[in-house]
């Protein structure tokens, strides 16, 4: 599939995808499928995020990204320059950091069944690899991980259900791009280990340092 045909697709369903939040499950789940199959038609391995505009008024973006893969950068690129100009829609190369150590992290990121602070996360550096200058760091949160709450009236007929290790695992993810942007996450993160609170660490910085402190050991 070329960038044109992608972008064709793309303004035929362009009105639904900016107001996606607000329809039905089923429907919701179909154009997410297609938007990711229509992708993957253009390139495999590139994914996509879209930020909604607040109170739908005012543009929405639709983020490419390609999950730090420096090989699929320029399909990227190539995508991004060729989109169309359509109202209320913008559209970006890689994702870029969007909180800084002075931004507020009080507010919970909310994933699906659960919720996380930035301001109660922390990271141990636990190893150097210098021959590619990544790190391996320990990320450890300093309150249990907080289930979102039911509906008014709504009736708990099964246990609840411990969260998934790969969901937690994918949240940190998320929330690690928005503090360090993608080039610079991939480029110098190795992999990461998640752990709760009741397990025993040595010394620990708040995980809003991250980004300056990579860059304090790169100057090294």
């Known amino acids: 599939m070329t960038p044109s045909q992608f972008w064709t697709w ?18 919701r789940d179909k154009h997410f499928y297609w938007l990711s199959k229509h992708l993957s038609y253009y390139c495999k391995g590139l994914g996509f995020e879209i930020k909604f505009a607040s109170d739908y008024i005012g ?14 950068y320029p399909k990227v690129f190539e ?19 969007s909180k800084d150590e002075n931004s507020a992290h009080d507010t919970p990121y909310e994933f699906g069944s659960f919720k996380i602070k930035i301001s109660d996360l922390y990271f141990q550096p636990v190893k150097y690899i210098k021959s590619t200058g990544k790190i391996i760091i320990h990320i450890y949160s300093d309150s249990s991980l907080r289930r979102a709450r039911q509906r008014p009236g709504a009736q708990r007929s099964n246990p609840v259900k ?21 080039e610079l996450l991939y480029s110098k993160i190795k992999k990461f280990k998640f752990y709760k609170i009741n397990r025993k660490r040595g010394i620990t910085y708040k995980l809003t340092h991250l980004k300056s402190f990579l860059e304090m050991i790169n100057q090294n």
Do not use: C, S
């Open 79 to 97: 995508l991004i320059d060729h989109a169309p100009r359509i109202d209320n829609w913008k559209f970006e190369a890689l994702k870029k950091a």
């Open 162 to 182: 411990p969260i998934n290790p790969k969901d937690i695992h994918t949240a940190i993810t998320f929330i690690l791009e928005d503090l360090m942007g993608e």
């Open 10 to 27: 793309f303004q035929d369903n362009q009105q639904k995808l900016y107001i996606l939040p607000l329809l039905d499950i089923e429907e």
């Open 59 to 72: 543009p929405a973006t639709l983020i490419i990204t390609a999950y730090g893969v420096k090989d699929l």
